[in-house]
T-cell receptor, first 109, second 114 residues
Framework: GQQLNQSPQSMFIQEGEDVSMNCTSS?????WLWYKQDPGEGPVLLIA?????ELTSNGRLTAQFGITRKDSFLNISASIPSDVGIYFC?????????FGTGTSLTVIP | GAVVSQHPSRVICKSGTSVKIECRSL??????MFWYRQFPKKSLMLMAT?????????EQGVEKDKFLINHASLTLSTLTVTSAHPEDSSFYIC??????????FGPGTRLTVL
């Protein structure tokens, strides 16, 4: 199915730095989701957003549902080594579920 | 949160044999289950969508006779890779959802076909 555009594709950062990544689409979505996938594991849901403009936090993670409903952002503050993994956004519209292309995060101790 | 299990986590088989992978939603009833395939460092590629009691809907390019999906109950879906070949080696992940909502993923199954 359709995939959402995520950027950046990969990031290499120092431990303690903040991280920002985003997900964009030409279509409007009703729900935005952010997942993290560790190597060899299935994706785990981090944050779910249900309303345009909504800002939701989960520990050091903060995600926002864009006002235009065509994008979403994920921020990670004060990164730590266990933040390493691939982060996927996902959007739901109607009865369709679309995945982002993924952002690979590497945290250098 | 919702828990989805997959079994087996790893399987190695000979070329030409069939392999069955189970996906179970442990603490909720899943109206829909999805099967994905993932290549190294790539995003998840949707293979098929299955609703309990009905035939699975396959994505374009996915052979339904090769990847047999059965969704016998609201908590169990199975994917059978028939007559497996080395090119079928991959990481297979299932997910489950209640209505059209967040998908909860299983831990994945690593299939290696020799």
């Amino acid at each position: 199915g359709q995939q959402l555009n995520q950027s950046p594709q990969s990031m290499f950062i120092q431990e303690g730095e903040d991280v920002s990544m985003n997900c964009t689409s030409s279509s409007i979505f009703n729900t935005w989701l952010w997942y993290k996938q560790d190597p060899g594991e299935g994706p785990v849901l981090l944050i779910a957003l249900y309303k345009a403009g909504e800002l939701t936090s989960n520990g050091r993670l903060t995600a926002q549902f864009g006002i235009t409903r065509k994008d979403s952002f994920l921020n990670i503050s004060a990164s730590i080594p266990s933040d390493v993994g691939i982060y996927f956004c996902a959007g739901i519209t109607g009865n369709q579920f679309y995945f982002g292309t993924g952002t690979s995060l590497t945290v250098i101790p | 949160g919702a828990v989805v299990s997959q079994h087996p986590s790893r399987v190695i088989c000979k070329s030409g044999t069939s392999v069955k992978i189970e996906c179970r939603s442990l603490d909720f009833q899943a109206t829909t289950m999805f099967w994905y395939r993932q290549f190294p460092k790539k995003s998840l590629m949707l293979m098929a969508t299955s609703n309990e009691g009905s035939k699975a809907t396959y994505e374009q390019g996915v052979e339904k006779d090769k990847f047999l999906i059965n969704h016998a109950s609201l908590t169990l879906s199975t994917l059978t890779v028939t007559s497996a070949h080395p090119e079928d080696s991959s990481f297979y992940i299932c997910s489950a959802t209640w209505l059209v909502n967040e998908q909860f993923f299983g831990p994945g199954t690593r299939l290696t076909v020799l």
